[in-house]
């Protein structure tokens, strides 16, 4: 009976091997942060080390993400973390929006929830594990962007509306 079991196992490893979930590797930078925002050197380093595997429409992959469920694990974290914040898709959004985005990136690189535990668990992504001078900077700067917004705009288009309860 263990042997029909993991048999059975070692069949359904094998076979879920061939379902892969699609991969996100696009280049558009067409709405791409940097195209409205200067972004230094050393904080885009930062955000490629730390940040837009999960945050951007440009993941570079590991070696362990070839194999299944691994692989679809992975692929909720992207879309996950691109469902709360692209960068890829960043200036396309409304400028209360962005503006919101970057206070929620100062709140969660300032309270260390960002980037997860998960993807620097076991020494995996040594590279984003950041530094108090690392996360000051990423901190400084989207302080920085959010000023620039306040200068060039109304206040009032920066704060985000509520929405009016649907009438029953």
Known sequence: MVKKILLALGVVLVLIQFIRPAKNESDDKTHDISTKYVVPAHV????????????????TYPWYSQIQPVAWWMNHHVEDGKRHLNFSTFTSLPVAVQNH???????????????LESYTFLGLH????LSEADRKAIV?????????????????????????????
């Open 140 to 168: 400084d700067w989207a302080k920085a962007q959010m000023d620039t917004l306040k200068a060039h705009y109304p206040a009032d288009s920066l704060v985000l509306k509520r929405r009016a309860p649907a009438a029953r």
């Open 101 to 115: 985005k970057f206070e929620e990136t100062i709140e969660m690189v300032d309270e260390k929830e960002m980037p």
């Open 126 to 129: 040594k590279e984003a594990n």
């Open 44 to 59: 885009n380093h930062l955000l490629e080390v730390a940040c837009n595997d999960c945050h951007s429409n440009k993941t």
